[in-house]
């Protein structure tokens, strides 16, 4: 069995700083924790009034904690097989490009000297000689309304860097509050819940979703908003399935472990062999347990929910069948047969009906029961790949938001019946077409960087989407295109005047969204549409426009077309919020642009990874 060790830090009496009222009780139940149910064998707590150990102080100035992290780790303590834990819970700040952490002696005038750079933890923290190392931050706290400038990414980057799983309280430039009625700050509160037998948390990602779903939510409670998102940085990203706390592990988790370390072998061995050891581990913890109890409907929920994310389908499978919602991009329905193309017009298409299921959000994010409803479709075949196109029936809408500038003045549109795609294109459907000859403009076959037949494609210019819709003219007979904004907006609202089709909020059980599960997701996972049967409106990917960009809605159309003119540089709109962004980008009504010939952009590891797009058939 392998060594758990940990330093965890709690500071409320700051000398010079704000003083906090739960970050000492955060690190005690943090040592409790990691003592009686993680089974830790060594915690290293220092706090306002910790006891001494071994003959030395542990009150948290910045001489006792630079001392532990030098003198601990001047050499490997720990070995391939064991675990090391560094938790922190008081102020953090960012100081001259730099993140610090602020001991109880920290001196805001002097952070260089007085603060501990994130920068100088990461590197010791790697070379303590376990392969697995967690750094938990809950920093940047809010006490009466008063706190330092919030810490940045630098810290995120650096622990990927050295291999360290990074869980960070608030996204950077946000703060991490307290909660009286809960006597903790509210991320330790959630992440004990998730760590422990509430929420059951096996691995890295399980963590990270239940974590954005529910601080947010707590926080709403109590404080009326919902500014605080925690975030979790993991390189590469198969680490994401590294199994945390192995006696909640199920079969699945270790199948995709098991899977990941697969994936790794070729590339890096050493992490392969690593993730494979630990996946052997949990099974040897799995075994020892008594018999499962049959399922239940909310664990039957939770394994659909990994299956859904692309982690662990074939386990999954064995151990139940789930029935279908509603055919995935691949798959036609039995009852009807694929139409061949049909030559002169989409109006001659074979459509049927289709099932789907729908639910509502309210504004504390409680889901409501799945309502069954039905729409049309066709089949459209792209050489042996199905596109399902979705008629989505011609109406009037207010279109806009008086709330943002870019979405103003809010106006009338009337739009006329059309088809667009059930979910956005795949990388199969898009191999399909890219295989065929250009029109204009040569597509790559494979642009994505999260690879999956039944996931979005991704990494693609506007002009190559258009260079897809044009093939796909071509090649079916039919007019096909990006959607216009408008009609973007009127096939995602369904009807609805809220800001998600789904209701006043959005959670990670309905959307890939806030980098929650940090990679897309193959299309229709949720299980759940719009009132149209259009999956995916939110997140996962951006979906282009046809549009060019207008800084407002001032004289827009009000047929339904897009905005357009005769000046080639103009950027296009896109719509809907990919993986990577809030809550607040996902909104039905947001727009931003990107240029035509842009599909890659500056943020690192993850530029361009969510640009995709959707199609929309005329039907006149």
Known sequence: MGKNWAIVIGVNNYESLPRLKYA??????????LIKQAKFDRVYLFSDDSPDYEGNSTKPTVVNLRRVLRQLFNQPCLSRGDNFWFFFSGHGTRYQDQDYLMPIDADPGDINHTGIATQYISDRLSRCGADNVVLVLDACRNQGGKALPSMGSSTALLAGQKGIISLFSCSPGQLSYEVDAL???????VLLQALGKVGRCATVEQLNQYMKSHVPELLYHHHKHSGQTPYTRVEPIERSHLILMPQYAEPADIEALNQAAAALRSDNSALAEQL????????AILDQAPPAKPFSRRRLIRLAGFAATGIGLGTVTAVFTRPSLSPTPNDT?????????????????TFSPFSFKVVTVDAQGQISEPQQQQAQHFIQDLGGVALEMVVVPGGNFEMGSAASAATSPVHAVEVPTFAMGKYAVTQAQWQAIARLNAVGKILEENPSRFKGAN??????SWREADEFCKRLSRHSGRAYRLPSEAEWEYACRAGTVTPFHFGETLTPQLANYGMSRLETTPVGSFGVANAFGLYDMHGNVWEYCADQWRKNYDNAPSNGSAQLDSNPNYTRVIRGGGWL????QCQTVFRIHYGEDVKSWTLGFWGGSDLGLRVVCDLS
């Not at 000492?24 to 924790?33: G, H, I, P, V, Y």
């Not at 139409?339 to 017009?345: K, N, T």
């Not at 962004?581 to 607040?584: E, R």
């Open 24 to 33: 000492k009780r955060d690190a005690e139940l943090m040592r409790d924790f």
């Open 183 to 189: 006597k903790q700050g509210v991320f330790t509160h």
């Open 276 to 283: 494979q050891s630990r996946a052997i581990a949990a099974e």
């Open 333 to 349: 329905p039995s009852s009807t047969a694929l139409p061949q193309p049909d030559r002169s017009s989409a109006a001659s298409a």
């Open 455 to 460: 996931r979005p494609v991704e990494q693609i």
């Open 581 to 584: 962004n809030g809550m607040d």
